[in-house]
């Protein structure tokens, strides 16, 4: 099985930085993703780790600590339309069981 | 460029009722999952298929039924519909490899 822990809710202003953490325990390890959202909306992808690091694309970097077991979403710049819920999945020795954790809503003011 | 369909988007149930919901994909992928998604909560695994013939059971996988006949078909069925199953319903695929799902526009169901 897999535990995945994230904060519920976070609030941030427009223009900001704001950083969505993950804790993870997994039974081997796969590699680590991050989805976006959108209420009422399917979740899309944002970012793949596999290896320890920051991975950065665009407004969007995710950063991976397999020793551990961390990884985080660093979003910059915050726009009104990064208002969403963003997903923690670590993939585990079966990648084919594909886990989510709960998701961070995020809140975007003005 | 269809990617992952499925269907019916919205449902009304009876409770004792049975349904499927259909999700076909048009990449050739061959992971397909079920997920539920209950207010507040994040996406919890019903049922996943590594291939046509091969199922296996997730997280949630009681009072829920798939088989996976063809590469592009997984259908989700309610055997008997309870209001614990009222959720949005998500189906995703995935390629081959460590490669990230693409998921449906989800099916929201409500059991009455």
Redesign the interface.
Known sequence: GQNIDQPTEMTATEGAIVQINCTYQTSGFNGLFWYQQHAGEAPTFLSYNVLDGLEEKGRFSSFLSRSKGYSYLLLKELQMKDSASYLCAPVGYNFNKFYFGSGTKLNVKP | NAGVTQTPKFQVLKTGQSMTLQCAQDMNHE?M?W?RQDPG?????IH?S?GAGIT?Q??VPNGYNVSRSTTEDFPLRLLSAAPSQTSVY?C?S?GTG?T???????TRLTVV
Do not use: K, T
Not at chain 2, 41 to 45: F, K, T, V
């Open positions: 992971y999952s997920y909560m994040g996406l919890r695994l996943y590594v296996d997730g997280e998500f995703a995935r460590n990230e799902a693409f998921f449906g526009q989800g």
